[in-house]
């Protein structure tokens, strides 16, 4: 049986990280940290029959060697990096991964629905590491001047990925409104799609318990 339990706390401790430490070198080491113990969670199932592969191995002991060097160089870009390898993280494994297990079950449990709520999760998480890193790579990322904790961008992202629009700030013209409207769209489409599947396996279960 895959167990989303885990992951799931692992994805929500990376997300109130963002909401509750101010320091971005913290931030951005203590979500590459949470997002490799996301992956190793992620694909490490034995009892499945699912294991580590060496390039995930390899992968994970890198991001987390680089990712304490933020610590001691002041420097905006390296912010940036650091906040990339929790994304590489999840867009190159973790969130792949975790949207084929759940695809994969031919029931609707408890975990099924856990697995489509870490997915959901981890885009959300996604895109907030993507705006951040072009924040710090010269940005601006949202149009109205000023400080921006790392807290507002995880805030915009799920309020972008949500489509409730219920953000004060705005992105900037380019590349930020680009992906935000990106973001937008993907989240439409994952919930439409997704739904519909455990829809369907849900019609198929009550099919099979009446005959």
């Known amino acids: 049986m895959d167990s989303y339990a885990s992951l799931l706390l692992l994805l929500l401790a990376n997300f109130f990280l963002l909401e509750l430490v101010d320091d971005q070198r913290w931030g951005a080491l203590g979500s590459t940290l949470l997002a490799a113990a996301a992956l190793f969670v992620a694909i490490s199932d034995p009892d499945a029959g699912h294991r580590i592969k060496r390039r995930h191995a390899i992968q994970i002991a890198a991001c987390v060697s680089l990712a304490p060097i933020v610590l001691f160089v002041n420097s905006d870009e390296l912010v940036a990096l650091i906040y990339l390898l929790p994304a590489v993280l999840l867009v190159t494994a973790t969130l792949p991964v975790t949207i ?6 031919r029931r609707v449990t408890s975990e099924t629905i856990l697995g489509a709520l870490c997915a959901y999760v981890l885009l959300g998480l996604l895109f907030a590491f993507v705006f951040l890193a072009i924040e710090e790579l010269g940005g601006p990322f ?7 904790p790392q807290s507002e961008f995880l805030f915009f992202s799920f309020i972008t990925l949500t489509t409730l ?6 992105p900037s013209i380019g590349l930020p409104q680009a992906l935000t409207a990106i973001e937008a769209l993907v989240g439409s489409v994952f919930l439409v799609t997704l739904v519909a599947r455990l829809v369907t396996l849900w019609g198929r279960q009550a ?3 009446a005959e």
């Open 100 to 105: 084929m297990r759940v695809l994969r079950h």
């Open 142 to 148: 949202f149009a109205q001047p000023g400080e921006h």
């Open 165 to 170: 629009g219920l953000s004060a700030a705005t």
């Open 207 to 209: 099919e099979a318990g």
